[in-house]
């Protein structure tokens, strides 16, 4: 029952493969490095077997690359870098990790894992740091900027009302202070005399002229 019942999951190249690392970093000046170990998960309830293959296998030596690891269990896989030199200093090889059930010979899934050599792990922290520190003085000059640029933002918002609202004010007071029409004793000429409705409009555009004067 057990074996129908994840039989459907038994897709070739469709297994998920746990392994962790996912890359391996090999420094030239440290020794400690050259040696790096894999361990490959089985979550699954049934037996792996597993493969490793390599981009450049002369490069590398891999201890136990071909294996089994039990249900629920995992076992450790030792990689060697036995090729250091200055030549493969950033040069990206991969490793593919396989894995089939016992019982079959058919690859259910797969894994790359990356390998790289670097020449100093000290030098590595300091550009790690260096680059750390230039972040976070970009990071503090963006909202040194952001905050000055605010503030002129604010001044422009709080200034008096514009020369154009003064102006059709200024008219709009003089235009009620003209003489209405009919009116026969005034030193004013005739044709500056404005009727009644016209000062109307005059009062009104005053009123909306005041609102936005007292909003600014």
């Known amino acids: 029952m057990q ?12 297994l998920p493969v746990f392994v962790f690392p996912t890359e391996l970093i090999f420094y030239a000046d440290d ?9 490959l998960y089985n979550p699954y309830e049934f037996a792996l077997k597993f493969k490793v293959l390599c ?33 493969y200093y950033g040069v990206i090889d991969k490793f593919r990790l396989q894995v089939s059930e016992q019982s079959q010979r058919k690859a259910l899934g797969k894994k790359e894992i990356i390998a790289t050599l670097l020449p100093s792990a000290k030098e590595q922290q300091q550009q790690k740091e260096e680059e750390e520190k230039r972040i976070k003085e970009h990071l503090a000059e963006s909202v040194f900027f952001e905050q000055t640029l605010c503030q002129p933002e604010n001044r422009t918002a709080s200034s008096g009302p514009s020369l154009l609202t003064v102006f059709l004010g200024v008219v709009c007071v003089a235009a ?4 209405t029409s009919g009116e026969m004793e005034s030193l004013v000429p005739l044709y500056l005399h404005l009727s009644v409705n016209q000062k109307l409009v005059a009062a009104y555009v005053l009123g909306l002229i005041t609102m936005v004067i007292l909003r600014t």
């Open 3 to 14: 074996q129908q019942k994840r039989q459907p999951e038994l897709v070739e190249g469709n």
């Open 31 to 39: 020794q400690s490095t050259h040696k790096q170990v894999l361990t």
């Open 55 to 87: 981009t450049t296998p002369n490069k590398y030596a891999v201890v136990d690359a071909t294996g089994a690891v039990k249900p629920q269990c995992c076992v450790d896989i030792v990689i060697r870098h036995r090729d250091v030199r200055a030549a």
């Open 176 to 179: 009620l202070m003209l003489p």
